[in-house]
């Protein structure tokens, strides 16, 4: 692209460095920008400054946070026996938005992928041992997306947290709810014959 | 969305205040910068506050520029005697890209849209007037998009433009390259064939 200003060319280069923004997206959301007053400029770009300078990570659960120890692991409503590990902050709001889990949540930081160079020291697993070498956990629901980097990530968990004698769970994996079962593949509809349950468990709301 | 820190909050509004960017987008994107280093998201605020504050628009063309007077405006390699009116910095762009038009710009910063609001007086169109005003013009060349705000707005500029008797063109309308006949519309397909021209002319590079 010919941008007819080097300040102008920074500014879309800057928006296309983000996942999923391409140079002519770009140049719409600069040119979006360009249109508001200098004091909603200003806002919009102080506000990523401010959040990559003050934001925290939760010293138990590594949940990103405004403070110290997060929300969730402070409130007395949650049930601090009951550990859901999680790939990051994005599933702890999406399992939150459900509304159907009241314990207290582990965020890993990311999943085993040796393809990109992420090993378990990578993750924050060994925060996970602690917890639970502290006792007093009475489960561990292992909430990671059913994919390669899943499926490595909760094996080695699973090795991981066995010497605790535990109950390690993991998410139900099935059709998904209004989907069709004709077009669902092999290895998803195969596994839920597998792992059937009985009716009155799976109508419980 | 429920959200575990207001900062986070704050930066996925910001994002979402921008066209076309929905909340989770939003949140990809935020979560995307966290991962970056300070220094980097210092970077991408900043630009955009400095490029509002020190952005110009030419003073003759109106064209976004770094400068009083834009690098088209100031080449002497550009044709001064011949105008390409468009609506905004983007179709300077994409016509600079053609690599087929070699005169001088005027941007107009918008089309008339009475829907909107947006009158000819919202329009850099009194600077158009003064640069044909002061002489020299042999060609003014209306590039609008074919939509009811372009026609519009060329409908206008054509009667205020017809005191100069300078010749005024439209950018030929029909159908796109690589188009379908079959699936053109009606008033595009009708339009191509009264405004055909000759196979030498068409097939020109």
Redesign the interface.
């Known amino acids: ?8 060319e ?2 879309v280069n ?1 928006f296309s ?5 391409g140079q002519k ?1 770009a ?8 249109n ?1 007053e ?1 004091e909603e ?15 925290k990570h939760c010293s138990t659960c590594h ?4 403070y110290a120890v ?3 692991c402070t409130s007395p409503k949650r049930d601090k026996e009951t550990i859901c590990v999680v790939e ?3 599933d ?2 999406a399992i ?2 459900t509304g159907q889990y009241f314990g207290v949540y582990h965020v890993l930081g990311g999943l085993i992928s040796p393809m990109d160079g992420i090993g378990p020291s990578d993750l924050f697993i060994d925060g996970l041992i602690v917890r639970m070498a502290a006792g007093g956990i009475k489960e561990v629901i292992l909430a990671l997306s059913p994919n390669m980097e899943g499926d490595t990530t909760l094996f080695y968990l699973y090795k991981r947290l066995k010497e605790f004698n535990v109950p390690v769970t993991t998410i139900a994996r099935g059709i998904a709810f209004g989907g069709e079962l004709e077009y669902t593949d092999e290895i998803t509809l195969g596994r839920s014959i597998v792992t059937r349950v009985p009716y009155e468990t799976a109508m419980m709301k």
Do not use: W, Y
């Open positions: 692209m010919n941008f007819s200003s080097k300040l102008l920074d500014a800057e460095k983000l996942p999923g923004v997206t140049l719409r959301l600069v040119l979006h920008l360009l508001k200098q400029v200003n806002q919009f770009g102080n506000t990523f400054i401010k959040l990559k300078q003050q934001i949940n990103i946070s405004d997060c929300e969730i990051d902050t994005r702890v709001m939150e938005n």
